[in-house]
């Protein structure tokens, strides 16, 4: 593993019982950039991120996180790499008995090193950062919109100071608006924290705006790893009807 690179994947291979889900991925990402995985729906995306932050094992092959091979590392050591990383699962995920701010600073009390008037610097800093207000810390998930989720749960999830974030499919649920709302965030913040970006998205906009590279998971492999450009240049029948259906077209129209 190079000094620049922040995953790498060398011939993975995903088996759940009979359903074959990886076949031979390999792929490596430097530092600082914001990957999009894409794929179809049930292909392996959201296993594919697990295996990359350690919380799902490779029937056969090797990741290495952060620099450091997985399979070697210890239960202990796995943690402390995952603790550098922030991830935001689908649906966002957030406790539902806890209110924003003890949602957001869950993480930094798992640590049980800091005191609470840190604590609540810290999380008062992280919910200004996301654009939620003092007032929204107070409020329990079910009483937030989807938007105000998303945001509360991109809080929890930078509140480590990761150096890697995880996203499974940040917009999903969004209206438009509060989607793009979202991925300008997520570039203001990704300007300011330099952090490397790892996402599941279905979402064009989210592709062309925001990403530097593109993985495209089809038949259980990787048949585009590389610029958008890459992936609208692909053949397979995937990439093929996802980049350039109506929709595709309109969005991505100066690509063609
Ligand atoms: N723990 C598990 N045990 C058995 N099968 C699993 C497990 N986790 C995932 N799978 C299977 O692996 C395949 C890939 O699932 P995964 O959730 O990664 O797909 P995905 O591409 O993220 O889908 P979606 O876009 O719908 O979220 C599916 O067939 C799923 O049923």
Redesign the pocket.
């Known amino acids: 593993m190079t000094d620049g690179e922040v995953i790498r994947m060398e011939h993975v291979w ?1 088996a ?2 009979d ?1 074959l ?1 990886h076949r031979d991925i390999s792929l490596s990402l430097a530092r600082g950039q914001i990957l999009g995985l894409v ?12 295996e990359m932050i350690g919380l ?1 094992t490779p029937t056969q092959g090797q990741v290495w996180l952060l620099g450091e091979s997985l399979a070697e590392a210890d239960a202990r050591r796995r943690q402390q790499l995952r603790n550098r990383c922030g991830v935001l699962f ?1 649906g966002g995920a957030l406790f539902s008995a806890l209110n924003v701010f003890d949602n957001i600073a869950f993480p930094l009390r798992e640590l049980k090193a800091l005191d609470e008037e840190l604590i609540a610097h810290l999380v008062c800093m992280k919910l200004a950062m996301v654009g939620l207000g003092a007032a929204d810390a107070l409020l329990m998930p079910a009483e937030l919109s989807g938007g105000m989720v998303k945001r509360a749960a991109l809080a929890r999830a930078l509140i480590m100071e990761p150096e890697v974030v995880f996203l ?2 940040p917009t999903s649920g969004l209206d438009p608006v509060l989607g793009e709302e979202f991925v300008t965030l997520l570039g203001q913040l990704h300007r300011e924290l330099g952090f490397t970006v790892v996402m ?1 998205t ?1 979402d064009l906009d989210t592709l062309s705006d925001l990403c530097t590279c593109v993985a495209v ?1 089809a038949g259980q492999q990787l048949v585009s790893y590389g610029t958008l450009d890459d992936a609208i240049a692909c053949t397979h029948p995937f990439a093929r009807d996802f980049f350039h259906g109506k929709r595709a077209q309109r969005i991505l129209g100066r690509h063609d």
Request: aromatic content about 4%; glycine content about 16%.
């Open positions: 995903t759940f019982g359903n889900v794929g179809a729906s049930g292909c392996g995306k959201t296993v594919l991120m697990r799902q689908q499974d499919e599941v279905h998971l």
